[in-house]
């Protein structure tokens, strides 16, 4: 079955400055989706990467995918408070679950 | 869209009860999933309908642990004879069609007692 590991397990920064978080797979990855989840809530979509090489953009956060679609990472510039939260990579698996890696808490300090 | 709603938020529950949660999907999103979190995990697959359709069932869920989506509506999790390792937050997700991203609820934090 698919497996998603993430890297770190937590993260604490500085205000303002860039963090990137990393995400692994087992397998080869048909799509691979980031999210943001913050405490006792649900999750918030930021993107999803389904080429080989692809490379997203969304305000301050950058996501990639190798271009053997097994490794992801999700790069924050000049980090914020905002951007506190459990960070999640999920994907499609062979058998049309979509699993999620174990996530990466990210603390923002002022 | 008005978004995946869960319903109740919060459930207490003694041990041994049985519990339903409910899972409005948006509409005309064909894939529903169920997920359990735990504190400092990432969500842990459960099952997944297609319409209404069960497609897979995780060998984690146990017999105790049911759920439907009739007409391929609205969906329930039913969980009978809770157990305190029962307690966890419930999420539930839908999304249009493969490669396409999912929409999750608020979650339902179930805690046995």
């Known amino acids: 079955s698919q497996e998603l590991e993430q890297s770190p397990q937590s993260l604490i920064v500085q205000e303002g400055k860039n963090l990137t978080i990393n995400c692994t797979s087992s397998?080869?990855?048909?799509?691979l989706y980031w999210y943001k989840q913050k405490y006792g809530e649900g999750l918030i979509f930021l993107m999803m990467?389904?080429?080989?090489?692809e490379e997203k953009s969304h305000e301050k956060i950058t996501a990639k995918l190798d271009e053997k679609k097994q490794q992801s990472s999700l790069h924050i510039t000049a980090s914020q408070p905002s951007h506190a939260g459990i960070y999640l990579c999920g994907a499609d698996s062979y058998g049309q679950n979509f699993v999620f890696g174990p996530g990466t808490r990210l603390s923002v300090l002022p | 869209d008005t978004g995946v709603s869960q319903d109740p938020r919060h459930k207490i529950t003694k041990r041994g009860q049985n519990v339903t949660f409910r899972c409005d999907p948006i509409s005309e999103h064909n894939r529903l999933y169920w997920y359990r979190q735990t504190l400092g995990q990432g969500p842990e697959f459960l099952t997944y309908f297609q319409n209404e359709a069960q497609l897979e069932k995780s060998r984690l869920l146990s017999d105790r642990f049911s759920a439907e989506r009739p007409k391929g509506s609205f969906s329930t999790l039913e969980i009978q004879r809770t157990e305190q390792g029962d307690s966890a937050m419930y999420l539930c997700?839908?999304?249009?069609?493969?490669?396409?991203?999912?929409?999750f609820g608020q979650g339902t934090r179930l805690t046995v007692v």
């Open positions: 997700a839908s999304r249009r069609t493969l490669n396409t991203e999912a929409f």
């Open positions: 990467l389904q080429k080989g090489g």
């Open positions: 397998k080869t990855l048909y799509g």
